[in-house]
Nanobody, 126 residues
Framework: QLRLVESGGGLVQPGGSLRLSCAAS??????????VGWFRQVPGKEREGVSC??????????SYAPSVQGRFFTSRDNAENTVYLQMRSLKPEDSGTYYC???????????????WGAGTLVTVSS
């Protein structure tokens, strides 16, 4: 069973930056075999997709929610089995619990995700 563990959340001032990590652990895990997305959720609101990373025929594909385009960037380190979400120019509305999720063999994050981390809390406030 694939395990995903997020880290890097915390308190940051508006306009600041934060980098979240999603470490994957499972025998035989290869990050390129999965679509990996970041999602966030605020109590009382539905979970929303933030970013997605996938690979097809040797090419990497990235997508972002309109609200974070130009500010958030997702990347991966295959050697470390880790996916990152670099966040900059953070706004209070970016606050929430951030989750990484993976879908095996998927080309996007629009379908159901197979594995989820427990989340890491991001608070953007003065």
């Amino acid at each position: 069973q694939l395990r995903l563990v997020e880290s890097g959340g915390g308190l940051v001032q508006p306009g600041g930056s934060l980098r979240l990590s999603c470490a994957a652990s499972s025998g035989g895990f290869v990050v390129d075999d999965y679509a990996v997305g970041w999602f966030r959720q605020v109590p009382g609101k539905e979970r929303e997709g933030v970013s997605c990373m996938s690979r097809s025929e040797g090419s990497a594909y990235y997508s972002y929610a309109p609200s974070v385009q130009g500010r958030f960037f997702t990347s991966r380190d295959n050697a470390e089995n880790t996916v990152y979400l670099q966040m900059r120019s953070l706004k209070p509305e970016d606050s929430g619990t951030y989750y990484c999720a993976a879908a095996r063999g998927a080309l996007d994050c629009l379908g159901g995700m197979d594995y989820w981390g427990a989340g890491t809390l991001v608070t953007v406030s003065s």
